[in-house]
């Protein structure tokens, strides 16, 4: 099992830096940041931005993976983007990973003035915006005259990107979601699932309704006849229940995502009020844990 640790973008530098430092300390196996321009209860609040973030992460550790926790098409374009995303991982020496989904329809679907989609066009463009990222990460040749495309969502004219791909292939691509379209899609195409399971308000619902998305990504995984294995990833916490709120009951969290299948999970630091509200010294038991398991 491997263990990430989401860090919420609250934080002024130098404390954020702390924060990325002591993730790595403690030993955790990747940690990630919000790709949000804001997000629910949080929304008032100071939320810096993402990429920023990360690149700065990325300076002040060595080890640790370093992840979008997930971005979305709904504030972004595959060309720019794809820049960002190959000059971070340049930074971060190959340690970057993507999650990608669909968009929720929150705040984000909507701050720039975008039209409200449909769940079928949100599918659809989300496929489109992947599939691009896929091409325009593993750019080589900068005298090759550039990507182009011409979809319903994007288009491009002769794109150039950073040049050779630090991690190679590209970028890892985690495809993000719980739908039946989005498990298919992360089984046959994505270098990873990630779900953040069923419920917000029951913990035994959300423990059923997880081990019947589990199910459905193991069937189409087979379907799939791939014979890679791709990491299965599950982010534990929900509104009504903190995963971190003690040791004990992150130990059996993880117990429990490990009988399902999953390879990774991933957990929130600890907040002093309001969502995900709990204490450091808990992460220093898990840190404690890992080092045990290292």
Not at 32 to 44: G, I
Not at 47 to 67: C, D, K
Not at 75 to 104: C, M, N, Q, Y
Not at 251 to 279: C, K
Request: glycine share 10%.
């Amino acid at each position: 099992m491997r263990h990430g640790i989401v860090i919420l973008p609250q934080e002024d530098w130098p404390a954020a830096a702390r924060r990325w430092r002591k993730a790595e300390e403690y030993g955790f196996d990747h940690a990630w940041s919000y790709d949000h321009l804001s997000w629910r209860s949080l929304a008032d609040q100071r939320w810096h931005a993402t990429i920023p973030s990360l690149t700065a992460a990325a300076t002040v550790t060595e080890r640790i993976g370093l992840g979008l926790f997930v971005a979305s098409p709904n504030f972004r374009h595959p060309v720019p983007f794809a820049k960002e995303l190959a000059t971070l991982d340049d930074i971060a020496s190959g340690r970057l990973l993507v999650g990608v989904r669909s968009g929720g329809t929150g705040f984000d679907a909507h701050v720039l003035g975008q039209p409200e989609l449909t769940p079928r066009e949100r599918h659809a463009r989300f496929v489109e915006f992947v599939d691009a990222l896929d091409v325009l990460l593993r750019f080589e040749e900068p005298g090759s005259g550039g990507i182009s495309f011409d979809g319903d969502w994007y288009t491009a004219e002769h794109a150039r990107m950073v040049g050779a791909p630090t991690h190679r292939p590209r970028v890892p691509l985690l495809i993000a979601g719980n739908g039946p379209k989005t498990i298919r899609y992360a089984a046959h195409k994505g270098d990873g699932w990630v779900t953040t399971g069923g419920s917000e308000d029951d913990r035994a619902q959300w423990w059923s309704e997880l081990a019947v998305l589990a199910r459905r990504f193991d069937d189409e995984y087979a379907a799939s006849g791939r014979a890679d294995d791709i990491a299965r990833v599950v982010s534990l916490d929900i509104e009504s229940d903190y995963s971190l709120s003690s040791f004990d009951a992150y130990e059996d969290a993880v117990g429990r995502a490990a009988s399902l299948g999953f390879t990774d999970v991933v957990a929130h630091w600890p907040r002093q009020e309001g969502i995900y509200a709990g204490d450091e010294s808990v992460l220093e038991k898990v840190g404690a844990m890992l080092a045990r398991s290292a």
